[in-house]
């Protein structure tokens, strides 16, 4: 029992450092989405990005399948997940970029990743009736401490942590916590990355119609080079391949472990904006970061 658990650990360390390394790209798509908050409505940054991504998508399983990386499976069951999965998709994005509008930026974005893997556990638990170790529900404490921490908490009162805009936040927090759940199981149906492209499209067609008011098409050529440069970040490398590896990782070790990991975006995001922003943290919200990646480390450990 003890040779097949290190062996199963071992073979997660892979998946293991490409999640990691997935977060550190969401934790940067903070600041992609700060910059561009502002250049255009929010319902068309969505569409495009998630345009774009399902467009990327179609290479990237070319390459997969011709140099056989990835068994590309498929099944029917799998269109029928998929379509809920890419609604709640759409939402997420919507409801982000609309947080990131009126909302606290940086505050608020911290929120979305401190609730988000409380929820995760909690639907976990009531729908697929998981149980956790003592060190996994500790671990989901240290984190909810930690970022609190990061966010000041005590420096806002009950109406502004709630208000309209932060309110964004929190029920994109709610959206993803399905979408992880759901993805787990459309995955069962397919391969993570053809699950994916197919989820990336049905947002997209469900973004389009939300977008439709501000003529995508024809207000391509209106948004500035910069614009774009950071769309072709924000849905090429944050949601086709990044995003994607959350899926395979929410695939292979599941939901709850998964989600623990984005405890890492705000930390990663919080170092980032330090260096591009120029900002200072203060000692209380640095603790904040390092509770929360304990977190993600007792949440991941083996030990009973």
């Not at 391969?191 to 391509?220: K, N, Q, R």
């Given at each position: 029992m003890h040779s097949l658990q290190q062996s199963e650990n071992s073979n997660d360390v892979p998946v293991v450092l490409a999640l990691v390394t997935a977060m550190l790209f969401w934790g940067a798509s903070w600041i992609s989405g700060k910059i561009i908050a502002d250049m255009a409505p929010a319902k068309l940054t969505v569409f495009y990005r998630l345009a774009l991504a399902t467009v990327s998508m179609l290479p990237i399983l070319f390459f997969v399948h011709k140099l056989k990386l990835v068994k590309l499976r498929f099944s029917q069951p799998a269109m029928l997940w998929s379509l809920p999965a890419g609604l709640l998709l759409a939402g997420y994005n919507q409801l982000f970029f609309l947080g990131l509008h009126d909302g606290l930026p940086g505050k608020g974005g911290m929120l979305v990743t401190t609730i988000n893997p409380i929820m995760t556990f909690a639907l976990a638990a009531i729908f697929n009736q998981q149980k956790f170790k003592t060190l996994q529900m500790?671990?989901?404490?240290?984190?909810?401490?930690?970022?609190?921490?990061?966010?000041?908490?005590?420096?806002?009162?009950?109406?502004?942590?709630?208000?309209?805009?932060?309110?964004?936040?929190?029920?994109?927090?709610?959206?993803?916590?399905?979408?992880?759940?759901?993805?787990?199981?459309?995955?069962?149906?397919?391969?993570?990355?053809?699950?994916?492209?197919?989820?990336?499209?049905?947002?997209?067609?469900?973004?389009?119609?939300?977008?439709?008011?501000?003529?995508?098409?024809?207000?391509?050529?209106?948004?500035?080079?910069?614009?774009?440069?950071?769309?072709?970040?924000?849905?090429?490398?944050?949601?086709?391949?990044?995003?994607?590896?959350?899926?395979?990782?929410?695939?292979?070790?599941?939901?709850?472990?998964?989600?623990?990991?984005?405890?890492?975006?705000?930390?990663?995001?919080?170092?980032?904006?330090?260096?591009?922003?120029?900002?200072?943290?203060?000692?209380?919200?640095?603790?904040?970061?390092?509770?929360?990646?304990?977190?993600?480390?007792?949440?991941?450990?083996?030990?009973?």
């Open positions: 500790l671990g989901m404490l240290l984190g909810l401490l930690g970022g609190m921490m990061m966010i000041e908490i005590w420096h806002f009162d009950h109406q502004q942590v709630f208000a309209s805009g932060n309110l964004f936040f929190i029920l994109a927090a709610l959206s993803w916590a399905f979408l992880t759940l759901v993805s787990q199981r459309g995955t069962q149906f397919a391969d993570f990355m053809t699950f994916s492209a197919l989820m990336y499209l049905w947002a997209s067609i469900l973004s389009y119609i939300f977008a439709i008011e501000h003529s995508p098409f024809s207000s391509i050529s209106h948004y500035p080079a910069l614009y774009w440069q950071h769309m072709l970040f924000l849905s090429v490398i944050v949601v086709s391949i990044a995003t994607s590896v959350f899926f395979l990782a929410n695939q292979k070790i599941g939901p709850s472990r998964s989600s623990s990991f984005i405890f890492v975006v705000p930390v990663t995001a919080m170092g980032l904006s330090v260096w591009y922003f120029d900002e200072t943290i203060p000692l209380s919200v640095a603790f904040g970061g390092a509770f929360a990646l304990a977190a993600v480390y007792l949440i991941n450990t083996s030990k009973q």
